[in-house]
């Protein structure tokens, strides 16, 4: 009794252990890079002002926009989505500028001083200014159609990058049974590790790449040897692991967060622009989409061809039964989070190479994620990867009828309307009662 | 066969004299399963009727169905001469068909006393703004306790009355999860093996407390493997085998029934079931 | 800063209008989770609702006091209803997924430019509290020292109105949990189809679940913004609901002063922590550490408790091993 008692104290201490480890290798490396920084590191700031740039819900991006109090000043630049952020170290009232010269010429301020708002920050830590664009100046109207080939191209672009990361977060959820809130991260790493390598020590593009998906994979290796497989030995209920991996996304975002700052990482630079047809597209975009597919291809012929694949695949339709097969089921766990990771990062590494990242990037596409495993039916790759692109093309097409700062909403609605009509979502299958 | 139950004799889907419970063309299937598929059949009121059948016959899958817990792909029943196909599992149970579970469902965290109170049906104190009003209800609970701790003593689980019902061993379970569906006084009480689990030695005072429910005028329709047991307290037995009725009839009879014995034992076997199954059991002690 | 300082400030920390917002929100949570097990990661939703609601009833539509306060209710009680009528029939994860799903879409909606002429878009509302702070009856020249910090008799009119609330939400689940009714909702948390299997309506004891610790979580809200007068949609981001459900489990998920506890616990360890970290930093003891990081470490930790709670303490502080159990 009392033996028993010491093991699984013991057993308590090993986990705790692992967790200690964990966060003194993520912090303990940090130093060097915060010295890296600038002893005046805008990201590591604690307010923030923020904003987005529309004229009649069109966005514009890459103007730039300037901070500034006494004789301090910050700089930005809008994003695609013309969206903004600034951090800034201190509070007070902040003069915010944007620079006209930069704003493109289709688009035009509503009135001619303003380009300049103000930010108050005496009572909170996050103030967002508005600026306001309209002219009489037509907008060159496109068709209907015009717009829907773009927005498809672009929609299918958007599903396919969230396709391998949704496949990561199905074949964890379908071995395991674990609906991981940390899967997010997983992406964020990726991003931040290709802006590491590429943007900041200037590796090859493809070295950068491969390095980011493979700290990925040593982050999926390392956080279910450190912490999920402990708790599955303790038979942790699957909403308590739940909860935890809640927990360690947090942890783990604010640890990038403290790595990497706040700002978002522009890894643009080396794209040329490609016309097809009505569609504006790069290089870059066209070769992620390739990649995309090859490593969807790679992972249906991984799942249906190979000896693992198909034990993968035992194990999530009945784990005690491919046990009784002879399956060693913590192997194929520990594979699949390592094929998980390794898809998830290479998503991070894709999105941020196309739309930029910064540290809450995966924590943003993570309910994007679960929309789609849960359209997909949780638990099924394919059904997964088809959740994903309905919904990478929901949220792109629906910009054309509503305004593009809701077009997650349109994506969470429908992620709720599924769920309505077809619990068990489009591939799943029931649960049985009793 | 001529016998008290049925109108004529008896055979699959026979009518019956006074029926309870009256299913028509029940079809459910899995995929390309079909786990149930039961043209008609009666359950006869008063009675106490034994559903047995191979594993995988369809058994719990017709329990499911019957009281709303899963959805047919076809079929109707009635209970009481009332529709019931298509009610929700709560309305099932208020009309006063309450069933248990063949994987038991005790209520862990809930001591085994309030595992007994929450069985009791048109509790005052269950809605919202009366719970407020302690003196609404309070006479009721009173009521409700003194009858749930008869039951328990019944069930030999007065000593577990303050325990959590999670501590309870599986067959204890089985016995909380029986006095609780009781405490509902349903009508027709649907027990999915009732029995798997418990002591011989409770087995024989359970069987007779089955007994009682119908002096008492409750109808009981139960699933069991146990033939000794089947032979010994049913009315009346109706044989499942790959989702179908296969034939039903009193138990002395069923059990010499070719059409059982193949179901249960594969072609070769032409023996008696109940007296496998005893000799089995005084085999097996 | 000085010890007193510090300890003042934590002391501030355990009852400031904003530790009371989210031990109401906890106590909700409490409703909803501990107590029927439903898995409610929206809760900022709720939180926030109450917040518009009241601001924008009185700022928009001019009503008073008690009639904001009753619109705030009703808002987030309806968002409980379009939220929990299609939902509460899904399996407990599912639940978790589209609450927070909700609670995201709601917080992108107010903060939309579509939704600005209404809730003032990403720079929310702001001095809605007047009527208010005009009910004080304490003399208006009164203060309130508590080691350094100072209170103002506004400030100290807002805390004991917090707590009275939070005396009658405690007093209110008490009478609720030691009722049959309550009885059920904790049979639904253990096993939602053995109740169904007992004739009683599950999915409307889930939805009153829902909507009463809803309408406690948009108290907690109003409270939120009162003390500010500002009420913004980054306020309500899903930080917020990760630290009620920190609190919650802190002070153990199915107990009655749990949330209570909790919330007082993680405030003043945060303050305090966070003026340790700040003086270590300030000492050029953190080289690693920027001043303004300091914030940021709070949330990490937040992570990390929530983490080793689930772990090592699933009940915990006031909660009996054996009374916290998650139906999974
Ligand atoms: N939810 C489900 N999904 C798929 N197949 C199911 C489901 N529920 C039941 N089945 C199948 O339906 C058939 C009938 O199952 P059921 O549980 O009704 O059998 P039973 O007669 O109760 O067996 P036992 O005596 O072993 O309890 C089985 O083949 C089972 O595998
Ligand atoms: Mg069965």
Same mark, same amino acid.
């Given at each position: 009794?009392?033996?028993?008692?010491?093991?699984?104290?013991?057993?308590?201490?090993?986990?705790?252990?692992?967790?200690?480890?964990?966060?003194?290798?993520?912090?303990?490396?940090?130093?060097?890079?915060? #010295?890296?920084?600038?002893?005046?590191?805008?990201?590591?700031?604690?307010?923030?002002?923020?904003?987005?740039?529309?004229?009649?819900?069109?966005?514009?991006?890459?103007?730039?926009?300037?901070?500034?109090?006494?004789?301090?000043?910050?700089?930005?630049?809008?994003?695609?989505?013309?969206?903004?952020?600034?951090?800034?170290?201190?509070? *007070?009232?902040?003069?915010?500028?944007?620079?006209?010269?930069?704003?493109?010429?289709?688009?035009?301020?509503?009135?001619?001083?303003?380009?300049?708002?103000?930010?108050?920050?005496?009572?909170?830590?996050?103030?967002?200014?508005?600026?306001?664009?309209?002219?009489?100046?037509?907008?060159?109207?496109?068709?209907?159609?015009?717009?829907?080939?773009?927005?498809?191209?672009?929609?299918?672009?958007?599903?396919?990058? +969230?396709?391998?990361?949704?496949?990561?977060?199905?074949?964890?959820?379908?071995?395991?049974?674990?609906n991981?809130f940390a899967?997010?991260?997983?992406?964020?790493?990726?991003?931040?590790?290709?802006? +590491?390598?590429?943007?900041?020590?200037?590796?090859?593009?493809?070295?950068?790449?491969?390095?980011?998906?493979?700290?990925?994979?040593?982050?999926?290796?390392? #956080?279910?040897?450190?912490?999920?497989?402990?708790?599955?030995?303790?038979?942790?209920?699957?909403?308590?692991?739940m909860i935890v991996s809640i927990g360690f996304g947090i942890?783990?975002?604010?640890?990038?967060?403290?790595?990497?700052?706040?700002?978002?990482?522009?890894?643009?630079?080396?794209?040329?622009?490609?016309?097809?047809?009505?569609?504006?597209?790069?290089?870059?975009?066209?070769?992620?989409?390739?990649?995309?597919?090859?490593?969807?291809? *790679?992972?249906?012929?991984?799942?249906?061809?190979?000896?693992?694949?198909?034990?993968?695949?035992?194990?999530?339709?009945?784990?005690?039964?491919?046990?009784?097969?002879?399956?060693?089921?913590?192997?194929?766990?520990?594979?699949?989070?390592?094929?998980?990771?390794?898809?998830?990062?290479?998503?991070?590494?894709?999105?941020?190479?196309?739309?930029?990242?910064?540290?809450?990037?995966?924590?943003?596409?993570?309910?994007?994620?679960?929309?789609?495993?849960?359209?997909?039916?949780?638990?099924?790759?394919?059904?997964?990867?088809?959740?994903?692109?309905?919904?990478?093309?929901?949220?792109?097409?629906?910009?054309?009828?509503?305004?593009?700062?809701?077009?997650?909403?349109?994506?969470?609605?429908?992620?709720?309307?599924?769920?309505?009509?077809?619990?068990?979502?489009?591939?799943?299958?029931? #649960?049985?009662?009793? | 066969?001529? !016998?008290?139950?049925?109108?004529?004799?008896? /055979?699959?889907?026979?009518?019956?004299?006074?029926?309870?419970?009256?299913?028509?063309?029940?079809?459910?299937?899995?995929?390309?399963?079909?786990?149930?598929?039961?043209?008609?059949?009666?359950?006869?009121?008063?009675?106490?009727?034994?559903?047995?059948?191979?594993?995988?016959?369809?058994?719990?899958?017709?329990?499911?169905?019957?009281?709303?817990?899963?959805?047919? !792909? $076809?079929?109707?029943?009635?209970?009481?001469?009332?529709?019931?196909?298509?009610?929700?599992?709560?309305?099932?149970?208020?009309?006063?068909?309450?069933?248990?579970?063949?994987?038991?469902? /005790?209520?862990?965290?809930?001591?085994?006393?309030?595992?007994?109170?929450?069985?009791?049906? !048109?509790?005052?104190?269950?809605?919202?703004?009366?719970?407020?009003?302690?003196?609404?209800?309070?006479?009721?609970?009173?009521?409700?306790?003194?009858?749930?701790?008869?039951?328990?003593?019944?069930?030999?689980?007065?000593?577990?009355?303050?325990?959590?019902?999670?501590?309870?061993?599986?067959?204890?379970?089985?016995?909380?999860?029986?006095?609780?569906?009781?405490?509902?006084?349903?009508?027709?009480?649907?027990?999915?093996?009732?029995? /798997?689990?418990?002591?011989?030695?409770?087995?024989? $005072?359970?069987?007779?407390?089955?007994?009682?429910?119908? $002096? !008492?005028?409750?109808?009981?329709?139960?699933?069991?493997?146990?033939?000794?047991?089947?032979?010994?307290?049913?009315?009346?037995?109706?044989?499942?085998?790959?989702?179908?009725?296969?034939?039903?009839?009193?138990?002395?009879?069923?059990?010499?029934?070719?059409?059982?014995?193949?179901?249960?034992?594969?072609?070769?076997?032409?023996?008696?079931?109940?007296?496998?199954?005893?000799?089995?059991?005084?085999?097996?002690? | 800063?000085?010890?007193? @300082?510090?300890?003042?400030?934590?002391?501030?920390?355990?009852?400031? %209008?904003?530790?009371?917002?989210?031990?109401?929100?906890?106590?909700?949570?409490?409703?909803?989770?501990?107590?029927?097990?439903?898995?409610?990661f929206?809760?900022?939703?709720?939180?926030?609702? @109450?917040?518009? @609601?009241?601001?924008?009833?009185?700022?928009?539509?001019?009503?008073?006091?008690?009639?904001?306060?009753?619109?705030?209710?009703?808002?987030?009680?309806?968002?409980?209803?379009?939220?929990?009528?299609?939902?509460?029939?899904?399996?407990?994860?599912?639940?978790a997924?589209?609450?927070i799903?909700?609670?995201?879409?709601?917080?992108?909606?107010?903060?939309?430019?579509?939704?600005? %002429?209404?809730?003032?878009?990403?720079?929310?509302?702001?001095?809605?509290?007047?009527?208010?702070?005009?009910?004080? %009856?304490?003399?208006?020249?009164?203060?309130?020292?508590?080691?350094?910090?100072?209170?103002?008799?506004?400030?100290?009119?807002?805390?004991?109105?917090?707590?009275?609330?939070?005396?009658?939400?405690?007093?209110?689940?008490?009478?609720?949990?030691?009722?049959?009714?309550?009885?059920?909702?904790?049979?639904?948390?253990?096993?939602?189809?053995?109740?169904?299997?007992?004739?009683?309506?599950?999915?409307?004891?889930?939805?009153?679940?829902?909507?009463?610790?809803?309408?406690?979580?948009?108290?907690?809200?109003?409270?939120?913004?009162?003390?500010?007068?500002?009420?913004?949609?980054?306020?309500?981001?899903t930080?917020?609901t990760f630290?009620?459900w920190?609190?919650?489990?802190?002070?153990?998920?199915?107990?009655?002063?749990?949330?209570?506890?909790?919330?007082?616990?993680?405030?003043?360890?945060?303050?305090?922590?966070?003026?340790?970290?700040?003086?270590?930093?300030?000492?050029?003891?953190?080289?690693?550490?920027?001043?303004?990081?300091?914030?940021?470490?709070?949330?990490?930790?937040?992570g990390?408790?929530l983490m080793?709670?689930v772990?090592?303490? %699933?009940?915990?502080?006031?909660?009996?091993?054996?009374?916290?159990?998650?139906?999974?």
């Open positions: 009794m009392s033996q028993l008692a010491a093991k699984s104290r013991t057993r308590a201490g090993a986990l705790l252990g692992a967790i200690a480890i964990l966060f003194s290798i993520l912090l303990g490396a940090s130093p060097a890079m915060a #010295q890296a920084h600038t002893a005046d590191d805008p990201s590591t700031y604690a307010f923030t002002i923020a904003g987005t740039l529309q004229e009649k819900d069109v966005p514009i991006p890459g103007v730039t926009i300037t901070a500034s109090q006494d004789a301090k000043s910050f700089q930005t630049k809008s994003d695609e989505f013309g969206e903004w952020t600034i951090m800034v170290p201190t509070d *007070g009232h902040w003069k915010v500028t944007l620079d006209t010269t930069t704003i493109p010429k289709e688009f035009h301020l509503a009135t001619k001083d303003g380009a300049i708002g103000e930010a108050d920050l005496t009572q909170t830590d996050f103030a967002a200014v508005l600026f306001k664009f309209g002219s009489a100046a037509p907008v060159q109207a496109q068709s209907i159609w015009e717009q829907l080939v773009i927005r498809v191209f672009a929609g299918f672009n958007f599903g396919l990058m +969230l396709a391998i990361a949704a496949i990561g977060i199905t074949l964890i959820y379908g071995t395991t049974g674990l991981n899967h997010g991260e997983m992406v964020t790493l990726g991003a931040m590790i290709m802006w +590491l390598g590429y943007s900041f020590l200037h590796l090859n593009i493809v070295v950068a790449g491969l390095l980011a998906v493979l700290a990925a994979m040593a982050f999926g290796w390392f #956080q279910d040897a450190a912490i999920w497989r402990p708790l599955r030995k303790r038979r942790l209920g699957l909403n308590q692991m942890v783990s975002r604010y640890v990038l967060l403290l790595f990497f700052g706040g700002d978002t990482k522009d890894m643009s630079g080396g794209q040329t622009i490609i016309t097809l047809g009505p569609i504006f597209t790069s290089n870059t975009t066209l070769i992620s989409m390739a990649i995309s597919v090859v490593a969807l291809i *790679g992972v249906a012929l991984f799942l249906t061809r190979t000896r693992i694949g198909k034990a993968t695949r035992a194990v999530s339709d009945n784990a005690s039964l491919a046990a009784s097969t002879g399956i060693d089921v913590e192997k194929i766990i520990r594979i699949v989070w390592l094929v998980a990771a390794a898809l998830t990062g290479l998503a991070g590494v894709l999105y941020g190479l196309q739309f930029q990242a910064n540290w809450s990037v995966g924590f943003d596409l993570l309910l994007l994620l679960f929309a789609a495993v849960t359209l997909g039916g949780l638990g099924t790759a394919l059904g997964a990867a088809v959740g994903a692109l309905i919904i990478g093309m929901v949220v792109e097409v629906s910009t054309i009828w509503m305004p593009s700062e809701l077009k997650y909403v349109s994506a969470l609605l429908i992620l709720i309307v599924i769920l309505v009509v077809r619990p068990q979502g489009v591939l799943g299958k029931k #649960q049985r009662i009793g | 066969m001529a !016998n008290e139950i049925s109108i004529g004799a008896a /055979a699959p889907g026979c009518k019956k004299v006074d029926p309870i419970l009256i299913a028509d063309k029940v079809v459910r299937q899995f995929g390309g399963l079909t786990a149930v598929s039961v043209d008609h059949v009666e359950i006869p009121r008063g009675k106490i009727t034994a559903l047995i059948g191979p594993n995988g016959a369809g058994k719990t899958t017709f329990f499911n169905l019957l009281t709303g817990f899963d959805k047919p !792909n $076809s079929g109707t029943w009635t209970f009481d001469g009332k529709n019931l196909a298509g009610v929700a599992p709560y309305k099932v149970a208020r009309r006063g068909m309450i069933r248990t579970f063949q994987l038991t469902k /005790a209520l862990s965290l809930l001591t085994v006393i309030d595992n007994m109170r929450l069985g009791a049906q !048109n509790q005052v104190g269950e809605g919202f703004f009366a719970s407020f009003v302690r003196p609404l209800w309070k006479a009721q609970e009173n009521q409700i306790t003194a009858s749930a701790d008869t039951l328990l003593t019944r069930f030999k689980l007065d000593a577990k009355r303050e325990d959590y019902a999670g501590s309870l061993s599986g067959g204890q379970r089985k016995l909380l999860e029986m006095a609780r569906a009781l405490m509902g006084k349903p009508k027709l009480v649907m027990l999915d093996e009732p029995m /798997a689990g418990v002591n011989p030695a409770l087995t024989q $005072s359970l069987l007779e407390h089955i007994k009682d429910l119908k $002096s !008492n005028g409750t109808t009981v329709l139960f699933v069991e493997h146990d033939m000794h047991m089947v032979r010994h307290i049913s009315d009346w037995v109706i044989v499942m085998a790959e989702g179908k009725v296969v034939a039903e009839g009193p138990p002395a009879d069923v059990m010499k029934d070719q059409a059982v014995i193949d179901a249960y034992l594969g072609a070769h076997a032409d023996t008696d079931l109940g007296t496998v199954e005893i000799k089995s059991i005084k085999a097996g002690i | 800063m000085d010890l007193i @300082g510090i300890f003042s400030l934590a002391g501030n920390a355990l009852i400031s %209008p904003m530790t009371v917002g989210y031990i109401l929100c906890g106590i909700g949570l409490a409703l909803h989770f501990g107590y029927t097990g439903l898995l409610n929206g809760q900022a939703a709720f939180a926030a609702l @109450g917040g518009y @609601g009241f601001a924008i009833a009185t700022l928009d539509f001019h009503w008073n006091i008690w009639g904001s306060i009753l619109f705030g209710l009703i808002c987030s009680m309806g968002f409980a209803a379009i939220l929990g009528i299609p939902t509460l029939r899904l399996r407990a994860d599912y639940l997924i589209v609450t799903a909700a609670a995201q879409a709601l917080r992108f909606y107010v903060g939309s430019s579509t939704a600005e %002429p209404i809730t003032g878009g990403s720079a929310g509302v702001s001095q809605f509290g007047e009527e208010f702070y005009n009910l004080n %009856p304490l003399p208006a020249d009164l203060t309130f020292n508590l080691g350094t910090v100072t209170l103002t008799s506004s400030e100290v009119w807002m805390r004991i109105v917090a707590w009275v609330v939070v005396g009658i939400a405690v007093f209110f689940l008490y009478a609720l949990t030691r009722s049959p009714w309550g009885r059920v909702l904790k049979g639904i948390r253990e096993d939602e189809d053995a109740v169904r299997a007992l004739g009683k309506n599950v999915f409307s004891y889930k939805l009153q679940a829902l909507v009463i610790g809803g309408s406690i979580a948009s108290l907690g809200g109003m409270i939120f913004v009162m003390s500010s007068q500002t009420n913004q949609p980054s306020n309500w981001g930080n917020f630290i009620t920190t609190i919650l489990l802190l002070g153990g998920a199915a107990t009655l002063l749990g949330p209570v506890l909790g919330g007082m616990i993680f405030f003043a360890l945060m303050t305090l922590i966070e003026s340790a970290l700040g003086i270590l930093v300030d000492a050029g003891l953190l080289p690693f550490l920027q001043v303004e990081q300091v914030a940021q470490i709070r949330f990490l930790l937040v990390l408790i080793l709670l772990i090592f303490r %699933p009940q915990g502080f006031l909660g009996n091993k054996k009374e916290i159990q998650f139906n999974g």
